[in-house]
């Protein structure tokens, strides 16, 4: 069984940073893309960041050059740095792992986290 747990998140002021956290265990044969979405009150849930397994990366227009995805493949974890923080990214963070789970038969999954809250306010 799969599971990805995050973790890292809290209350920050405006200006400040965060780092998340999310890693990967249970049995799987690999993982392709990792990724963080998030989810405001009343917003419908929106890509943050996604990082392939060979370190190519995408963002959202409102994330960039503010937050960085990182992925460390030994540990099957990725981070997610978030930097000059404001209200507006206030949300729950979820990560995301697009697996493999087997190879005979092939069988390729979507998981997600249980998501970690982020709160930026004054």
């Known amino acids: 069984q799969v599971q990805l747990v995050e973790s890292g998140g809290g209350l920050v002021q405006p200006g400040g940073s965060l780092r998340l956290s999310c890693a990967a265990s249970?049995?799987?044969?690999?993982?392709?893309?990792m990724g963080w979405y998030r989810q405001a009150p009343g917003k419908q849930r929106e890509l943050v960041a996604t990082?392939?397994?060979?370190?190519?990366?995408n963002y959202a227009d409102s994330v960039k050059g503010r937050f960085t995805i990182a992925r460390d493949n030994a540990k099957n974890k990725v981070y997610l740095q978030m930097n000059s923080l404001k209200p507006e990214d206030t949300a729950v963070y979820y990560c995301?792992?697009?697996?493999?789970?087997?190879?005979?038969?092939?069988?390729?999954?979507?998981?997600w986290g249980q998501g970690t809250q982020v709160t930026v306010s004054s």
């Open positions: 995301n792992a697009d697996m493999v789970i087997s190879i005979l038969p092939f069988r390729q999954d979507d998981y």
């Open positions: 249970g049995s799987f044969f690999s993982i392709n893309v």
């Open positions: 990082i392939t397994e060979s370190s190519s990366t």
